[in-house]
């Protein structure tokens, strides 16, 4: 599967994109991307976007004006814009103040999955957040992995050519805003205004 780097360019037209957000603390977290890849099914036609360097540069600071900094930070937020799927874990071994922030940031775009650990420091604030916002979120690396390729499968299925049965347009396909464990989907016709809405058994049902 083709795997971008942080800061490296991208192309979304071919794949479908997973965003790896989660703790890195400049390369001492666990390497859980690696685990991630390596344990996930069905990951040929993915585009992994992870923003772990290979090694930290110890001469970037912590500055809106360095402008290495700046490029790694945009890059980040603009990947996660753009990802199909953004998965997140917590380490209990680190603090990840930036993983929380991109939680916040990202929790009402209803295309996350998180599995934040025993142990990690302000994990009742994580699960808070997510059964507000209706965010997956596991109880363990197996779920996550699990939960990780329903919200996989949901994104490519999104990107599949969906024809309105009314007047034969081609209908745009999203995860729709959820209020309770079963994923959906909406393909839209923006002509007739015609829905079909799927479970996460991908089972279509008219709208009326």
């Excluded at 990951?43 to 600071?61: A, G, K, Q």
């Excluded at 699960?127 to 919200?151: G, K, P, Y």
Aim: charged fraction near 30%.
């Amino acid at each position: 599967m083709p795997e971008v780097k942080t800061t490296s360019p991208y192309d979304l037209e071919k794949h479908v994109s997973v965003f790896l957000a989660g703790s890195i603390e400049m390369g001492t977290a666990e390497h859980w991307q690696k685990r991630f890849i390596k344990d996930i099914s069905n990951s040929d036609d993915l585009l992994i976007l992870n923003p772990r360097r290979d090694s930290w540069d110890e001469e970037i600071t912590q500055s809106k004006h360095d402008p290495k900094f700046r490029e790694q930070v945009e890059w980040e937020l603009k990947a996660q814009e753009d990802a199909d799927v953004i998965v997140m874990y917590f380490d209990p071994s680190t603090k990840s103040q930036v993983t929380m922030l991109e939680l916040g940031l990202f929790s009402n775009t209803y295309k996350m999955v998180v599995y934040c650990s025993d142990g990690f420091c302000r994990k009742g604030n994580v699960d808070i957040v997510c059964e507000r916002w209706n965010i997956r979120h596991a109880d363990s690396w197996e779920e996550f992995i699990q939960l990780s390729e329903t919200m996989i499968a949901f994104a490519k299925r999104c990107r599949q050519e969906e024809i309105c049965p009314d007047c034969g347009t081609v209908m745009v396909g999203a995860i729709m805003p959820f209020n309770g464990p079963e994923l959906k989907m909406s393909f839209n016709c923006k002509n007739c205004y015609y829905d079909q809405v799927f479970s996460e058994e991908v089972e279509p049902q008219r709208q009326e």
